[in-house]
Nanobody, 119 residues
Framework: QVQLVESGGGLVEPGGSLRLSCVAS??????????MGWYRQAPGKQRELVAT?????????NYAGSVGDRFTISRDDARQAVYLQMTELKPEDTATYFC?????????WGQGTQVNVSS
C-alpha cells in the first residue's frame, strides 16, 4: 500500500502564490521510477492534469496549457516528495489538488488539498 499526503493548500488572493507538497510513503519499490505529478478538480468539473514529472532520471515535465509558466513542478526522490510552486494564481485555479504517482499498472492518488483563489 502506498500513501500520498498533500499539504500546502489554502486561501490566497488573485496574483498570490502557494507551494503544494506531497510526500509518498508505504510499499513503494523506488519512487525514482514513478512519474509523479498533480491533478486538480474544480466543483462540477472533471479531474484534469496540472503537471507531471517523469522518473527514472529522465525528468520530463508536462504542464497543462492553462497553467503555462505560472506553475513549476519539482521532485526530491530522496524525500519521496513532489512539489508544485504556483504563482500568479487566478480564481480559475480554485480546485482540489491531488497528488499522483504512477508506474506501469500502479497508480496512486492522494486525498487532495484545497486551493481557493479569491479576493
Amino acid at each position: 500500500q502506498v500513501q500520498l499526503v498533500e499539504s500546502g493548500g489554502g486561501l490566497v488572493e488573485p496574483g498570490g502564490s502557494l507551494r503544494l507538497s506531497c510526500v509518498a510513503s508505504g510499499n513503494l519499490f523506488s519512487i525514482s521510477l514513478y512519474t509523479m505529478g498533480w491533478y486538480r478538480q474544480a466543483p462540477g468539473k472533471q479531474r484534469e492534469l496540472v503537471a507531471t514529472r517523469s522518473g527514472s532520471g529522465v525528468g520530463d515535465t508536462n504542464y497543462a496549457g492553462s497553467v503555462g509558466d505560472r506553475f513549476t513542478i519539482s521532485r526530491d526522490d530522496a524525500r519521496q516528495a513532489v512539489y508544485l510552486q504556483m504563482t500568479e494564481l487566478k480564481p480559475e485555479d480554485t480546485a482540489t489538488y491531488f497528488c499522483y504517482a504512477g508506474r506501469l499498472r500502479d497508480h496512486f492518488w492522494g486525498q487532495g488539498t484545497q486551493v481557493n483563489v479569491s479576493s
